[in-house]
Nanobody, 126 residues
Framework: VQLVESGGGLVQAGGSLRLSCAASGRTVSVYAMGWFRQAPGKEREFVAT????????YCADYVKGRFAISRDNAKNMVYLQMNSLKPEDTAVYYC????????????????????WGQGTQVTVSS
């Protein structure tokens, strides 16, 4: 599975961005997917996860109510809608696929994911 993120950029605080993750190589429609982020000098942290069919989603507390994860299995795409962005959201954002489990649920740990994209930079200015 190859994952390619896009949609990052520079935005002012309070603004919005929509990240996209395009999967290729094989379908990810039967797998759980997730978004993580890593700021300079910090550990990679969980942002959001979505079950194989989109029926279950979960966002970390620090983005809950501002971010939303979604997917379009027909297009082999996963999205992260980010609203009310804050400077502390500045990080490289990574898309990940959990391919050990067919029709998987949601996963919070980076170690659960098998494939990762190269990341897209999000910078929020104050």
């Amino acid at each position: 599975v190859q994952l390619v993120e896009s949609g990052g950029g520079l935005v002012q605080a309070g603004g919005s961005l929509r990240l996209s993750c395009a999967a290729s190589g094989r379908t990810v429609s039967v797998y759980a997917m997730g978004w993580f982020r890593q700021a300079p000098g910090k550990e990679r942290e969980f942002v959001a996860t979505i079950s194989w069919n989109g029926g279950i989603t979960y966002c970390a507390d620090y983005v809950k109510g501002r971010f939303a994860i979604s997917r379009d299995n027909a297009k082999n795409m996963v999205y992260l809608q980010m609203n009310s962005l804050k400077p502390e959201d500045t990080a490289v954002y990574y898309c990940a696929a959990e391919t050990d489990t067919y029709y998987g649920g949601i996963y919070y740990q980076a170690g659960d994911y098998d494939f990762w994209g190269q990341g897209t930079q999000v910078t929020v200015s104050s």
